[in-house]
C-alpha cells in the first residue's frame, strides 16, 4: 500500500469528492467510502477533518483539480493503481455508472497515464466483490 503524503491526500481527496459529485448526487455512501480511504491514510481524525475541508474548498474550483492529477502521474503504478480503485468504488457505489462518470475516469487514466485496460479490470473487479 503506497503511502500518501498530506498535500497528495488532499488532491486525491478533492478527485474522489469531484468523481462522487458529477453525477450530482453527493450520497451518503460516496461519503463513508471517502472517509475511509482518509482514516486509513492518515494518523488521527483530526488531520482527516482537516483533509477533507482542504479538498472540499479545493473541489468547489474543478480547474485548480485536474492539475492535482499532476501529482499522480508521477506516481508509482501501485500509487495509480490505489486511487483508480478508489474512484471506482465511489462510481460503482451506486450500481450506475453514467457516460459522465465513465467520461471522468477515462480524462483521469489519460492524465495519469494509466491504462483503460487496467482501469476496465479494476472496475470488474470491484464489481463482483
Known amino acids: 500500500m503506497h503511502k500518501f503524503n498530506q498535500k ?3 488532491g486525491i481527496t478533492a ?5 462522487a459529485k458529477i453525477d450530482e448526487i453527493y450520497s451518503d ?9 482518509l482514516k486509513n ?3 488521527d481524525e483530526t488531520l482527516s477533518k482537516k483533509i477533507m475541508s482542504e479538498a472540499m474548498e479545493l473541489e ?22 490505489e486511487i ?7 462510481l460503482i457505489s451506486d450500481k450506475n455508472v453514467d457516460q459522465y462518470e465513465s467520461n471522468l ?6 492524465l495519469i497515464y494509466f491504462s483503460d485496460k487496467e482501469s476496465g479490470e479494476i472496475k470488474m473487479r470491484l464489481s463482483k466483490s
Open 8 to 10: 497528495e491526500l488532499v
Open 84 to 90: 483508480i480503485e478508489q474512484l471506482w468504488k465511489i
Open 41 to 43: 491514510n492518515t494518523s
Open 105 to 110: 475516469m477515462r480524462r483521469i487514466c489519460g
Open 29 to 37: 455512501n460516496e461519503k463513508k467510502i471517502i472517509n475511509n480511504f
Open 60 to 81: 468547489s474550483n474543478s480547474n485548480q483539480l485536474l492539475s492535482y492529477t499532476k501529482i499522480i502521474k508521477d506516481g508509482s503504478k501501485e500509487m495509480k493503481s
Open 15 to 19: 478527485l474522489l469528492i469531484h468523481a
